[in-house]
């Protein structure tokens, strides 16, 4: 429906509603994700240098990870 970004060979994952990105430079992207536009939502550096590995979520950890870093991000609903 769209196309918009510039994300190299990133990875995709999609959750509630958002597609997270891991771009091939390592940052992280938080794309809303709905058929009428590309609305980039937040983007930060997540691992230095290339990555093409996916993203994962389990019990609310994000993690990320290239060949030779890995970043744990937690990104449960605060209570």
């Known amino acids: 429906m769209w196309k918009g970004g510039r994300y190299g060979h990133g990875q995709v994952l999609l ?7 891991t ?4 940052q992280l992207v938080l794309v809303r994700a709905t058929p009428e536009s ?6 930060l550096p ?3 240098g290339r990555t093409w590995n996916n993203p994962a979520i389990a019990e609310g950890i994000l ?11 937690d990104i ?3 209570t």
């Open 63 to 73: 993690l990320v990870r290239n060949d030779r870093q890995a970043v744990a991000f």
């Open 46 to 48: 997540a691992v230095s």
């Open 15 to 21: 959750a509630s509603g958002h597609l997270l990105i």
């Open 76 to 78: 449960r609903p605060q």
């Open 38 to 43: 590309h609305q980039e939502v937040a983007a």
């Open 23 to 26: 771009t091939e430079r390592g």
